[in-house]
T-cell receptor, first 111, second 113 residues
Framework: GEQVEQLPSSLIVQEGASVLINCSYTDSASVYFPWYKQEPGKRLQFIIDIRSNMERKQTQRLTLLFDKKTKHLSLHITATQPGDSAIYFC??????????FGDGTQLVVKP | EAAVTQSPRNKVAVTGGKVTLSCNQTNNHNNMYWYRQDTGHGLRLIHYSYGAGSTEKGDIPDGYKASRPSQENFSLILELATPSQTSVYFCASGDARGGAEQFFGPGTRLTVL
């Protein structure tokens, strides 16, 4: 089945810095890629997604890039704030109602 | 208000005991899911459902049963709990159409002693 890998597993940055989280997947049939954020002790919350017919999507301080050829995504967060501290999950779906998750990237933003 | 709720939020059980985790959603979604989250493993799918009366095995179903008595409710049942099932369990709901985000509950922290 689909395997989703995220790198790095953890990041520590100063407030105001930009961060990049990389994600790769294995199943070429995957067409939908939602990302989630989980603050400490909280539920996962959807933050951004992209479909396989797109290369780029941007919302506020988040930019998501997608390369279908290399099966690679990257999430760019600009002007980080302490409130961005969370675990970020990449996921992939073939559109059959199942989503496969990566192991997450722990982001710590220091004030 | 939260559209996916879980109960209990915390549970301590004894080895060999029966545990039932409950999930309720008001999104009117056909699909519901149970995941467990362990450090270093992300989220792993245990069981899911396409609608009332249906349950499907996920990637790690051994030791777990599921029940979907209605559109709104989805339960995860541990008939004989073991310490290896100590984890945080998340329920989620999602639209039946392909390629849609899932909405998560707040999680249940289960400790099996």
């Amino acid at each position: 089945g689909e395997q989703v890998e995220q790198l790095p597993s953890s990041l520590i940055v100063q407030e105001g810095a930009s961060v990049l989280i990389n994600c790769s997947y294995t199943d070429s049939a995957s067409v939908y890629f939602p990302w989630y954020k989980q603050e400490p002790g909280k539920r996962l919350q959807f933050i951004i997604d992209i479909r396989s017919n797109m290369e780029r999507k941007q919302t506020q301080r988040l930019t998501l890039l997608f390369d279908k050829k290399t099966k690679h995504l990257s999430l760019h967060i600009t002007a980080t704030q302490p409130g961005d501290s969370a675990i970020y999950f990449c996921s992939a779906s073939t559109g059959n109602n199942r989503i496969f998750f990566g192991d997450g990237t722990q982001l710590v933003v220091k004030p | 208000e939260a559209a996916v709720t879980q109960s209990p939020r915390n549970k301590v059980a004894v080895t060999g005991g029966k545990v039932t985790l409950s999930c309720n959603q008001t999104n009117n979604h056909n699909n519901m899911y149970w995941y467990r989250q362990d450090t270093g493993h992300g989220l792993r799918l245990i069981h899911y459902s396409y609608g009332a009366g249906s349950t499907e095995k996920g990637d790690i179903p051994d030791g777990y049963k599921a029940s979907r008595p209605s559109q709104e409710n989805f339960s995860l049942i541990l008939e004989l709990a073991t310490p290896s099932q100590t984890s945080v369990y998340f329920c989620a709901s999602g639209d039946a159409r392909g390629g849609a985000e899932q909405f998560f509950g707040p999680g249940t922290r289960l400790t099996v002693l």
